[in-house]
């Protein structure tokens, strides 16, 4: 089941909602929440419920091991914490292994259950967090579960940690007030999914699909850039969605975009996008290993390993370890010219030569990213380097290809992946009001819902990309 299906928008959230509102009790509101999320994975493939269940049964009785103190809880951290990446390797990254040392796969055919990077970065957090001391373990096996799966987050986050979570799941009554903020939220970010996602993937994907030698330098850059705005819209579009739901139960979940694309350097970049990754992975990783308390020498090395992990926590493929590899070396030679760099930017010209640097490293990075294979990302970027036209079949492409509509989706996708619509809601509330603001943003709500609904019934979408990681 997707946001964007019409099962989950006209019977499962409307469930969810009457009910939750009927039922008392935060434990009551808990356990319906708890089984809705157990439903809600299992529409997507009865097989995959069990190794949430054990995610989910492993990091509960290692948290209340966890609580009971002692000598041993380096050890039932240890314990648990290596279950956790433990089931991660073997249901994502066996066969990789397997395949990178020349070996026939151990276990072919093996299904990569839906949001496992997700839930599995959130174990890791509830146990390292009651080792810290910065939560207590969950008493009941139904919150421990609620943390791990809710569903608005299950499959592709953002990633709350457990101190941030423990007293919402205790308490997290929804007004009415929450309801009409996060039914907004949710159609903006499905808008933005299956408007200008959807839009900027039709170029993409057509781009992707052209052998090189169909492929002229314009029309390759064409689709580097609408893999930019696809993967944006796509995924900010899911953290929108997500954090709208989790409003209209009475959660509030980070916050996992801030227009990363109006950043200066790459550095900056990470600090926008996917925020909630980011900050897990200097919580429990760069900060452990010395973070940069120990010198130049010592932090390159741990921003490299930040980013090898980062690029592999998105999936078992050497394009996404290139990328990650690719983004770690710019942060590290950016950290070591953090001053020259803090300097540019208080000039016009350098700060514009900076962002035209991000915009350029991040898009070259995603052309591997999305790429089936090293080749083909190197055979992309080749062509896009090439400056040069594929001839009568490259023209025929881009006429294809580059529709009006098109064109209009890719426009739109720049226009909104800058901080436009900030300023607008920020004028219309100067002139409108609160009320007034309130109402205009209700009723835009609703007719972007009968756009979207106009839209789903068109024609199928495709899923989530981090949907997959």
């Not at 057509?206 to 314009?218: I, K, N, Q, T, W």
């Amino acid at each position: 089941m997707v946001f964007h299906s019409a099962g989950f928008l006209f019977v499962f959230l409307p469930l969810c909602l009457i009910l939750y509102g009927i039922i008392p009790g935060s434990r009551g509101k808990n356990l319906l929440l708890a089984l809705a999320s157990l439903l809600f994975y299992a529409c997507g493939g009865l097989a995959q419920v069990p190794v949430l269940l054990l995610s989910a049964l492993w990091n509960y009785a290692f948290g209340l091991l966890l609580a009971r103190g002692g000598e041993r809880r380096k050890l039932w951290l240890a314990l648990g914490v290596a279950g956790n990446l433990g089931l991660l390797c073997v249901c994502k990254y066996l066969n990789f292994f397997f395949g990178a040392l020349g070996l026939p796969a151990p276990l072919p055919g093996l299904a990569l259950p839906p949001g496992i990077s997700f839930f599995t970065f959130h174990g890791v957090s509830y146990l390292a967090d009651i080792h810290r001391g910065k939560g207590g373990a969950a008493r009941r096996f139904g919150t421990a579960f609620l943390y791990l799966a809710f569903f608005p987050r299950l499959l592709a986050g953002p990633i709350v940690r457990w101190q941030d979570a423990e007293d919402q799941l205790a308490h997290h009554p929804a007004a009415a007030e929450d309801l009409s903020a996060g039914l907004r939220r949710f159609v903006r970010g499905m808008a933005k999914k299956l408007l200008l996602s959807e839009g900027a993937a039709a170029v993409a994907n057509a781009v992707y699909a052209l052998s090189p030698a169909a492929l002229g330098s314009a029309l390759a850059w064409c689709g580097a850039l609408a893999y930019c705005l696809q993967i944006f819209f796509d995924f900010s579009g899911y953290s929108d969605m997500a954090i709208g739901l989790g409003r209209c139960f009475g959660f509030r979940f980070p916050e996992n975009f801030n227009y990363p694309y109006v950043s200066g350097t790459v550095s900056e970049f990470w600090r926008r996008w996917h925020m909630t990754l980011n900050r897990w992975f200097v919580d429990y990783l760069y900060i452990p290993r010395g973070g940069s308390r120990r010198g130049k020498r010592i932090t390159v090395r741990n921003k490299l390993i930040v980013f090898f992990f980062t690029g592999l926590w998105h999936g078992a493929g050497w394009t996404f370890i290139l990328w990650g590899l690719w983004h770690g070396a710019l942060v590290a030679l950016e950290g070591l010219w953090e001053e020259r760099l803090n300097a540019w930017r208080e000039r016009t010209l350098p700060r514009v030569i900076l962002h035209v640097y991000t915009l350029l490293a991040v898009m070259l990075g995603f052309v591997m990213f999305r790429a089936e294979s090293p080749a083909q990302g190197f055979a992309m970027l080749g062509r896009m380097f090439a400056f040069a036209s594929a001839g009568t079949a490259g023209r025929i492409a881009a006429g294809t290809i580059l529709t009006p509509a098109r064109i209009a989706a890719l426009l739109a996708g720049i226009l909104f992946s800058l901080p436009a619509a900030p300023a607008l809601e920020k004028r219309a509330a100067a002139r409108l009001g609160p009320a007034g603001t309130e109402l205009a943003g209700d009723a835009l709500a609703l007719l972007g819902l009968f756009v979207c609904v106009l839209a789903m019934s068109a024609g199928g979408f495709s899923p989530f990309i981090y949907q997959q990681f």
